[in-house]
């Protein structure tokens, strides 16, 4: 398939967590549109085989492993991907940490946790990339979660985290516009093939479930997110800033088909 209006042939983009499930789906797409991908994640392993990964795919490619609680690590991480391929044209920043826990069962490191990686850690990532960005042109995508706007038992730590992370998006939409860059969020359904679906839905009866709580009647792939991505760094998307955009299949319509009493349920057994 040729690439089109998605042609991404020249241009450099950072994946933050792009090593595995949707954050690994999104390197992808943008390494078959001609981009330069480079991938952050803890494991230098996992760096490295997603590095082989994008190489195979025909592109440049780079990594660097950190995380994300660890601004110092990050910032010389950024720096050494400019040095490398030059100005940042496209940033996607998804690291993320969850684990069910009803409020009253909740300790007060494990709500810091999750805070930590999704929230401050968005935070690092953002004022990493500031320097390096291409201004005007750039373009910088955090991955939320529904979580951010729909309150859902046993996910206080994660509907802090995530609200946060899109006000984040927000706020840096009003900073950064004047440089002419554009900072947007996307917000991932139930993707198929992600731990974290994996850890949600086990049996193929509740996958089955989730997938009909979908209005369009499935799960989601990586590649759709990845899609979503490309259109929101696509000169397509030239006037969308501080944007927060469910890629969802309608699931959020549906109040994400009862997750909460789901999610509920399984710390109460």
């Known amino acids: 398939m040729g690439r089109g209006m998605f042609d991404f042939s020249g241009k450099t983009v950072l994946v933050v967590g792009g090593t595995s499930g949707i954050n690994r ?63 940042l044209d496209v940033v996607v920043s998804g690291a993320a940490g969850n684990f069910p826990a009803l409020a009253k069962d909740l300790s007060a490191n494990g709500f810091k946790a999750v805070m930590d990686i999704d929230l401050l850690g968005t935070f690092h990532v953002m004022k990493a990339i500031l320097p390096y960005l291409r201004k005007p042109g750039a373009s910088v995508i955090n991955i939320s979660a529904p979580q951010a706007f729909i309150p859902m038992q046993a996910q206080i730590h994660v509907c802090a985290a995530k609200a946060g992370v899109d006000m984040v998006t927000r706020t840096l939409a009003l900073e950064w516009g004047r440089e002419g860059v554009r900072v947007n969020s996307v ?29 369009l009647g499935r799960f989601g792939t990586p590649a759709d997110i990845g899609n979503a991505c490309l259109f929101l760094a696509s000169d397509l998307a030239a006037f969308i800033n501080g944007a927060v955009i469910p890629v969802d299949g309608g699931w959020a319509q549906n109040s994400c088909g009862g997750m909460s009493d789901y999610l509920g349920s399984l710390t109460r057994q």
């Open 25 to 87: 789906g999104v390197a992808e797409s943008f390494a078959t549109r001609g981009a330069r991908v480079a991938v952050a994640s803890r494991s230098q392993d996992k760096v490295s085989d997603t590095v082989r990964a994008m190489e195979l795919l025909g592109v440049e490619s780079a990594g660097f492993a950190a995380d994300v609680r660890d601004a110092a690590a990050i910032e010389c991480g950024v720096a050494g991907i400019h040095d490398r391929f030059g100005a």
């Open 187 to 215: 917000v991932p359904g139930p993707i198929d093939g992600t731990e974290g679906m994996a850890r949600l839905a086990p049996t193929e009866s509740l996958r089955e479930q989730v997938a009909q709580s979908v209005p």
